[in-house]
């Protein structure tokens, strides 16, 4: 049966993906620093026998057989997503992609030592490469998705993102946004900030983290919490392994990156477990994804019934002496800070979208040809004046090379960001409407409603639908910004 | 080129052994207990990969026309090493592994619960079945290798190992080692032991261990040193992962595990990096890896001049109140105490190799089928009395079913384990010979003379040699017990 041979072939790239996440994982926390240049090299190759073993030509066989079978709509709809993803692995000539990996690769590495000399002259040519394949890539995408050129790149990201759905909402939320970052500044003014006095233990921090993460539902038995120089959250659904940074002259940056990758990690670990080994028990993509850190670290966590809950954990692991006199607005004061500036991952969630819309604009452009690479830092620099009034044109770096997106070639994943925070907040007004007293259940430290409506909702359902689809399904209603906006003006306005 | 092809499939092997390794030595030090199930399925896939990849019907098409290609000289050793594991990896039909596999498995696990309830009855049918197959296993091997069936199972483990030559060494070795056990017990009887008084805290026993591992040449960019419930060696020479295990009440058991694992990691870490894709390339065999971590435990480190240098070092991370009064001796009393016992692993070295030899005697007769396996206790009783003065008749846990090698297969290891005690104590004769101030050295902490002298002749040689021609070229002699026996007297005797 056909069927049957798509779920070996799902668990022999089961097992080489665990393999890839757990030794990418172990080189990020663990790897001594001789072991890089061998570890890189048993990637590379676990990387291409995957791709190997899923291009294998009687596979397109399989999918068009199993059709024919007799399967439950369960399987139907599983079968549907291998096809997606198999289209998706397989629509690039083999020749292709060497030629671009070895293009993105060479560009990221030169990206790397140019923009730290802010040599944009220096990096551009390598750009031009990487945008000129890219485009190449959309054409040969859309082509044999049937979709238009940049729907193709971001499809791979999110399924069912379309530019034209996505463009009027994020118009709708930049209007907002324009007006709205003033009067937050403006807001917050005269906020006093209580100070931090460090120094934090980093066993203290790591054990308020770890008690956090167990609050809100994170499973020990299937996961751990690491160091790592960037937090992440890899491993697999069984295994999840995440990772935070510590200072000691400060905690709160380790810990609301601890709560954000909680959101990612609880999303990993609430996937259907007999489902792991197809493409429709995965996680859906990247703006869902985001939908659900976020969720943790903006629409619960950030907020005072949460740190009505956390704050004596807080002392209790950091020491009452550490946070002398503090309540939950003095946490609220520093982590909800707005500020314009050049820096998108360093951006609050208030200005964070704008740096989002800017260059969801701007890789449209470059990918239908309307832009250059040539023209790039003008535009970035009108654009960043006319959102956040800030001039990028004398720093490149801080301007359209802080990213590694497009050095590597990456283009249609960063409207997921954004995405995945309005996500968040409309599941949230979903699940507040079912559950009024939510506040109060956070406030108890009580977050059963909103896992397992999430869980519903969210985690089980992986990879059945697309993106708008699921969402639509959760939340009773398509993607709408206001949901986020309402969210944006009640914490700020 | 065929041998070009070969270095290309080497590659592809060290990746998936790569992955393998770092993934087991993850799941003994990091993995939570969730992720087991999905570790096992991906590590079992990878191993299946392997097997699948070294056994493609090319690779015997490349083997012989690598043959008639212009080599160098390492060339020519690296193919015939590549022909020697790839007529090992091949030689049993796929059906019998299966089958093999499968029986094995399911006779250690039968193992693990009935020795714990001390049943042999239960347990021995199945130990029947698996004495079946590693006959059959025997005669297959030895068929296409053109060697005695003991010798072919031996060769898996230690090439060139052969019966003939190890029997009447072992046997010049059990005669001293039966009347020199009793002397070394009487010569002990008065020894002073000091009290060990602990706690000592993990912190400071892995400070102090790592201190060690330092001195000896482990090299930290290289590896690292975890926890494990099993001690072991693992990883890769480029990322080597080590573990122990600490108590609080008492130190000594994890230091000197310590030194032992360093021992095999100097060894792993001192390869040739440039053939560590050929099989040339990797360690030798079990046995010269015995001797290279028995070398540093038992050559090096249960010795005066180790501990008068070591002894500081240990006061300074366990404090000077841990150990009131130490002196070397007092290490000494401890760390080479004789006992006679039932347990192999439990054995100090002077015992240990009565273990061993009456498990050789035994192995060589469960293969030829001149013993039968419901007349192992009796045949395993008889031994030990004989050789140690103890009766195991009654209980067969600590008898014949104490060990998982026979359960799980394994006929032809053990003697490695004693012919890497001799090999390092003749190791230790041919450096001291070569730096007649090596005691002095060590005193002073100074392993480069040891260090050096082993990377020459061993660490460097790889597997260009057999095991016995290995020693020979670096010792300028084939294997001698006197060494050995030489090494004893001078320490027990
Ligand atoms: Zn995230
Ligand atoms: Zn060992």
């Known amino acids: 049966m056909s069927y049957a041979q798509l779920e070996a072939l799902g668990r022999k790239l089961e097992a080489v993906d665990h393999a890839i996440a757990i030794l990418s994982a172990d080189e990020a926390t663990n790897m001594p620093v001789g072991g890089g240049e061998k570890r890189a090299e048993a990637v590379a190759h676990l990387a291409g026998l995957r791709h190997e073993t899923f291009?294998?030509?009687?596979?397109?066989?399989?999918?068009?057989?199993?059709?024919?079978?007799?399967?439950?709509?369960?399987?139907?709809?599983?079968?549907?997503?291998?096809?997606?993803?198999?289209?998706?692995?397989?629509?690039?000539?083999?020749?292709?992609?060497?030629?671009?990996?070895?293009?993105?690769?060479?560009?990221?590495q030169l990206w790397r030592d140019l923009r730290a000399k802010n040599d944009w002259a220096g990096f551009a040519p390598a750009l031009e490469s990487v945008v000129a394949l890219a485009r190449e890539e959309a054409a040969m995408r859309a082509d044999k998705l049937g979709l238009a050129p940049y729907d193709a790149m971001m499809e791979q990201y999110d399924p069912g993102n379309r530019a034209a759905e996505i463009a009027p909402i994020f118009?709708?939320?930049?209007?907002?946004?324009?007006?709205?970052?003033?009067?937050?500044?403006?807001?917050?003014?005269?906020?006093?900030?209580?100070?931090?006095?460090?120094?934090?233990?980093?066993?203290?921090?790591?054990?308020?983290?770890?008690?956090?993460?167990?609050?809100?539902?994170?499973?020990?038995?299937?996961?751990?919490?690491?160091?790592?120089?960037?937090?992440?959250?890899?491993?697999?659904?069984?295994?999840?392994?995440?990772?935070?940074?510590?200072?000691?002259?400060?905690?709160?940056?380790?810990?609301?990156?601890?709560?954000?990758?909680?959101?990612?990690?609880?999303?990993?670990?609430?996937?259907?477990?007999?489902?792991?080994?197809?493409?429709?028990?995965?996680?859906?993509?990247?703006?869902?994804?985001?939908?659900?850190?976020?969720?943790?670290?903006?629409?619960?966590?950030?907020?005072?019934?949460?740190?009505?809950?956390?704050?004596?954990?807080?002392?209790?692991?950091?020491?009452?002496?550490?946070?002398?006199?503090?309540?939950?607005?003095?946490?609220?004061?520093?982590v909800n800070m707005v500020e314009r500036g050049f820096i998108r991952v360093d951006a609050d969630e208030v200005t964070y979208p704008l740096?989002?819309?800017?260059?969801?604009?701007?890789?449209?452009?470059?990918?239908?040809?309307?832009?250059?690479?040539?023209?790039?830092?003008?535009?970035?620099?009108?654009?960043?004046?006319?959102?956040?009034?800030?001039?990028?044109?004398?720093n490149p770096a801080d301007g359209p090379m802080q990213d590694v997106h497009w050095p590597a070639g990456a283009f249609g994943y960063f409207p997921s960001y954004t995405l995945g925070a309005m996500m968040a907040a409309q599941q949230w007004a979903a699940i507040e409407k079912a559950h009024p007293s939510l506040n109060d259940d956070i406030a108890r430290g009580d977050f059963h409603a909103v896992n397992a409506w999430r869980s519903e909702h969210i985690w089980q359902q992986a990879s059945r639908y697309s993106t708008p689809e699921l969402l639509t399904r959760a939340t009773g209603a398509p993607l709408d910004p206001q949901f986020f906006i309402a969210h944006l003006k009640k914490r700020y306005g």
Not at 222 to 250: A, I, N, Q
Not at 357 to 370: H, K, P, T, V, Y
Not at 371 to 388: F, G, H, I
């Open 55 to 108: 291009t294998a030509p009687e596979i397109a066989d399989w999918l068009d057989a199993a059709k024919s079978e007799d399967l439950s709509a369960e399987q139907k709809l599983s079968l549907a997503e291998f096809e997606r993803v198999y289209t998706n692995a397989t629509c690039l000539p083999a020749d292709f992609v060497r030629e671009q990996t070895r293009t993105n690769m060479r560009s990221e």
């Open 171 to 334: 118009d709708q939320l930049k209007t907002f946004l324009v007006d709205f970052v003033p009067e937050a500044l403006e807001n917050q003014a005269d906020l006093p900030l209580k100070p931090v006095t460090g120094p934090f233990a980093i066993e203290d921090q790591r054990a308020l983290g770890l008690a956090m993460m167990a609050a809100l539902g994170f499973d020990f038995t299937h996961g751990r919490l690491d160091v790592s120089h960037h937090p992440f959250c890899g491993g697999v659904p069984t295994d999840v392994r995440m990772t935070t940074r510590y200072r000691t002259d400060e905690f709160l940056t380790a810990l609301m990156g601890i709560l954000h990758e909680t959101g990612h990690a609880l999303y990993e670990q609430g996937l259907p477990r007999d489902l792991s080994h197809m493409p429709v028990g995965k996680a859906r993509g990247m703006a869902i994804h985001e939908s659900q850190s976020l969720f943790v670290e903006q629409q619960l966590a950030r907020t005072e019934p949460f740190w009505h809950w956390a704050l004596p954990h807080l002392q209790e692991h950091l020491g009452a002496d550490a946070l002398p006199g503090w309540m939950a607005q003095d946490v609220l004061a520093r």
């Open 355 to 394: 740096h989002i819309i800017l260059r969801f604009e701007i890789e449209q452009d470059l990918i239908s040809g309307a832009l250059s690479v040539v023209d790039l830092p003008e535009v970035w620099d009108a654009k960043m004046e006319a959102y956040l009034g800030l001039k990028t044109i004398d």
